[in-house]
């Protein structure tokens, strides 16, 4: 792979440069990231102090450093960096990532700093991520440079790119402390000066570690490659991007936080429909989505099954489904008949299937069980949620059935959400998720991320 | 207040018929109910067999029970249910809660002995809920004629009806046990021989213990007549609902559900509208309205401000209040400079605040606290969200001034979303929820929640 992100994902060494012996400084914290991280690499802070910082021998100055580092992340005043990037080069360093801030996101000063920088970088034919990045992180590799305090960042199948701070630090900080699925690389991309989200979704696309890419933009660098490269990429695996900006107060907001013009945004949502990627509109998605696409294959098909212990709630979620125009298809007959006999005869079943008389006239577990394995087996049907009646006075099965039922019919996704007490909700998730079985607090919140996947399936299948 | 459904929510005395001395059996539970919510009414069990249940004495028959008792819970099978209920008719009793399902739910024979019931209804001039109701409750009087184990009903301001078992009992248990507001009234209107969400709303809509009040709907008995008590309520305080069967998938649902036929929905939209009633999509805002109207005040406009630890935030949350018909005032000169001061001078402050530069030159806490000030002291907001930046190692700052703010504004509804940890998030909610400032875990939900508040605001306030 000849991208040039390949040195920032896959690297042997690593120079810091403005290490700090302070905890809570960023120049240590990023040490200690990548060291909780296990990256097996070199890593050489540089510090004219010197010194010993977390255990390695600190280098105090650049032209003292060794030949061959892979990449120098630059934690220096925005004043320092375009020096302290001269230097590097000279030393043969050729990618960075440029953590500070106070460049072209805050002043004229600042932007005629990003201005040198971008000279250098041209003049040297160095690479950089940032600057006003909270850098990046590799996990296959246990590397990141984020000096955000983020401990170890656990390994997943998705990977994302975001134009905005926030996402791999406090965004992040909620996957890893709420959720159970993990990443393959995030990148923060921050000014863009060099590295853009077109460069990121390219490596990306031909990635063996990332089965899904979702991004968060405000505006495109280089919108026609950018289309071109997402063209190839949406027909391999899923492209999710939620873009700001796609209303005036939106628009205005974006301006504020990045400077740059966003697009009209008729005109954006045309073009990546038409490249197959799916465009979402809520943050939140950009988590749920995530989940289910690190955990999941994607559906076969269109076809939509559930189980709920309430007519009420199979009446508004074929509501939400015909909405987000997913299928609930009828049955084979011989299905129908299955499920008719797991229930009382008074209830007519069919899908979606009412669980309820099944789960009083045979317990919660074997209604669940049988009626899920029942519908699984149906062709017609593609993916399953089960709206778990989850109650200590109705029981509370041990949730490894539905773990079973995953590992005997792995291309049907099961998505699974409730119905009862705080508590068995929380216990199930904890239980299923890492056993690759996405829960969801909301009952309408599968049927989101499968509307977000059978979009993704469409892209993937497209004609042409 | 001469609605019929007086004595059921303020019953001076219930009978329970087919009582039970066997923990688990509804005929059971529905007594340890009515006890764990501290009735202080009588109860009156009835069982053949005699004896004492749960330390109360039981009659032998309902032709033994004295006159004077207002309601009569019957758990009974169907087919004891009509002479169970002429019984406690000729004893004087005219208010009945029918718990047992088997009825026109069921097959032809239930449809049969619900026709019955219905007969003598009419002849004694009698009232019923259900049957095949999961029951009602009323906390402020501490009663309750669900049999399914609720244990203590926290009291709250809001009052629910749903044309589902489900509300009554697992909706309500993750209420109480995944949330802190309470409820005043709730009713499972099951099959609806009698009482009808029309009484229902009649009933709520004088009564001062519910400020606001959300239903659950499959079909309406007396549209018009519900439309026009409609009409009137609406204006006193908000009725949010919700009604399945708006697509096709949906009606298919719901048919199968409770065999009633759904109206054709795009006049029964337009027929809400006009009676002021705010229609909902989903269940899941059944509960997160719910919350946001029992601890807050409906904002006196539609000027929402809200803090964000991001640009990417503000900039996604601006499109989605666009979306929403929610608005983002300019501040008061006066409110822009003081916002600015508490900020970096490189970021230009305004509506929506980012925080960000603020929480990390002046600490979290003072950040949030002074910029909410501000924006709560603006005359152009009418709401204020916070997206708190909640991470141990930026600092988690005592929720308390959160609470104290909301104290010092109380027109101005505060709700709480967050970005960063996991446990920090449920610590706030723990924390606020009690003193009656809603949090939500998703950043779009407490827009969503001002967005139903405001069309409740419109219908109260609508000319004509």
């Known amino acids: 792979m000849s991208n ?19 905890p809570g400084k960023p120049g240590h914290e990023v040490i200690r990231n990548i060291q909780e991280n296990g990256y097996i690499g070199k890593i050489y802070p540089v510090n004219p102090k010197g010194g010993r910082i977390r255990e390695i021998d600190v280098w105090s100055s650049i032209a003292s450093l060794p030949r061959e580092i892979d990449v120098a992340v630059i934690i220096l005043p925005a004043a320092a960096t375009a020096q302290a990037l001269r230097e590097c080069a000279d030393q043969g360093i050729r990618h960075f990532v440029l953590s500070s801030g106070g460049f072209a996101e805050v002043d004229e000063a ?78 923060g991309l921050g000014n863009k000066i060099d590295v853009d989200e077109t460069d990121a979704l390219e490596y990306l696309g031909t990635d063996p570690e990332t089965a ?19 063209r190839e990429v949406t027909r391999r695996k899923p492209v999710v991007l939620l873009k700001s900006g796609a209303t005036e107060a939106g628009r205005q907001a974006a301006i504020a936080h990045t400077a740059a013009m966003a697009s009209p945004d008729r005109i954006v949502d045309g073009m990546l429909r038409q490249a197959g990627v799916v465009r979402i509109a809520d943050y939140t998605q950009l988590i749920l989505a995530g989940k289910a696409l690190s955990m999941l294959p994607l559906p076969r098909g269109n076809g939509v099954s559930f189980l709920a212990p309430s007519g009420a709630m199979l009446a508004v979620l074929s509501d939400y489904c015909e909405r987000l125009g997913l299928h ?51 062709p017609a049907v593609d ?36 119905s009862g007490a705080k508590e068995c909700m929380d216990e199930y998730k904890a239980a299923l998720e890492p056993r690759g079985i996405p829960t969801f607090q909301e009952i309408e919140q599968p049927f989101a991320v499968l509307s977000i996947m059978e979009r993704c399936r469409r892209a993937m299948n497209r004609p042409g």
């Open 110 to 187: 600042g932007a005629e700093i990003q201005r040198e920088l971008v000279r250098i970088i041209q003049e040297r034919g160095l690479h950089a991520l940032g600057p006003n990045t909270s850098g990046h992180t590799s996990t296959p590799q246990g590397f990141t440079s984020t000096f955000f305090p983020q401990g170890k960042i656990r390994r997943g199948r998705v990977s994302y790119v975001a134009q905005t701070g926030n996402f791999g630090t406090h965004t992040l900080k909620y996957i890893l402390t709420g959720e159970h699925f993990g990443v393959a690389r995030v990148v």
């Open 212 to 230: 899904a890419i979702l991004i968060y933009i405000e505006s495109f660098k280089r919108p026609r490659r950018f289309l071109e490269v997402a």
């Open 4 to 22: 040039k992100l390949v040195p920032f994902f896959e690297p042997r060494s690593v120079a810091i440069i403005g290490a700090s012996a302070v």
């Open 383 to 418: 993916a399953v949620v089960p709206v778990m009646m989850l109650t200590r006075e109705t029981g509370v099965p041990d949730p490894g059935f539905i773990a079973e039922l995953a590992g005997k019919y792995p291309a049907k996704p099961i998505l699974v959400t409730f």
């Open 328 to 378: 609930i298809p009828p049955m084979e007959p011989e299905n129908v008949r299955r499920l008719q006999a797991i229930s009382p005869s008074y209830i007519r079943m069919r899908n979606p299937v009412d669980i309820w008389p099944a789960a009083l006239s045979s317990g919660v577990e074997a209604a669940y069980r049988e009626g899920m394995e029942i519908v699984l087996q149906d």
